[in-house]
């Protein structure tokens, strides 16, 4: 069955750490990736998408992924949070054969001052 | 509108209560998804739009689930006796018809169930 699996569930950093957010799926051929983030009270918005190209992503607010097929992985990285960072992050896919996405279970994000 | 709209923001039902969850898309969007998300969930697919048309609804529960957008703008989403597994965020999105199917979602603030 096609899935998209998040490991960490809860991550919590102090301001200037760096971060990585995994993000694994099953195999279903061509993919379209996506990380979406949702901060506290407000509703799901886009971080950054993977289409085709460049591997390597960069989105919003200093994010980016990097897609490595071979993996089936799309992390999100970061290199210093900040406190405003703080939400919860949900790594999507579409598989080739459907134009529903599916997403992970999430990751929480705490970023102390 | 600016973006995608629904109502009610939080809705309480006695189980077996029946409800009806109402999303407004962003204006010229065709394609429009509702989703379910339980409490420390990911979003959970439930059915999908194009126009007027369901093209998907292999994601609804059960038949007590049910999905409609007349006229291909305003969609609602009803459940009928509900029960207290329906408890969840029921989130909306839509999509740019210019994005093909591999565009962005854009999600509303969802609406709350609790059933009691």
């Known amino acids: 069955a096609q899935s998209v699996s998040q490991h960490n569930h809860h991550v919590i950093l102090s301001e200037a750490a760096s971060l990585e957010l995994g993000c694994n799926y099953s195999y279903g051929g061509t993919v379209n990736l996506f990380w979406y983030v949702q901060y506290p009270g407000q509703h799901l918005q886009l971080l950054l998408k993977?289409?085709?190209?460049?591997?390597l992503v960069k989105g919003i607010k200093g994010f980016e992924a990097e897609f490595i097929k071979s993996k089936f992985s799309f992390n999100l990285r970061k290199p210093s949070v900040q406190w405003s960072d703080t939400a919860e992050y949900f790594c999507a896919v579409k598989f080739y054969n459907t134009d529903k996405l599916i997403f992970g279970t999430g990751t929480r994000l705490q970023v102390f001052p | 509108g600016a973006g995608v709209s629904q109502s009610p923001r939080y809705k309480v039902a006695k189980r077996g209560q029946d409800v009806a969850l109402r999303c407004d898309p962003i204006s010229g969007h065709v394609s429009l998804f509702w989703y379910q998300q339980a409490l420390g969930q990911g979003p959970e697919f439930l059915t999908y739009?194009?126009?007027?048309?369901?093209?998907?609804k292999s994601g609804l529960p059960s038949d007590r689930f049910f999905a409609e957008r007349p006229e291909g703008s305003v969609s609602t989403l009803k459940i009928q006796r509900t029960q207290q597994e329906d408890s969840a965020v029921y989130l909306c999105a839509s999509r740019h018809p210019l994005a093909g199917n591999t565009g962005e979602l854009f999600f509303g603030e969802g609406s709350r169930l609790t059933v009691l």
């Open positions: 993977y289409f085709s190209g460049d591997p």
């Open positions: 739009f194009q126009n007027e048309a369901q093209l998907d």
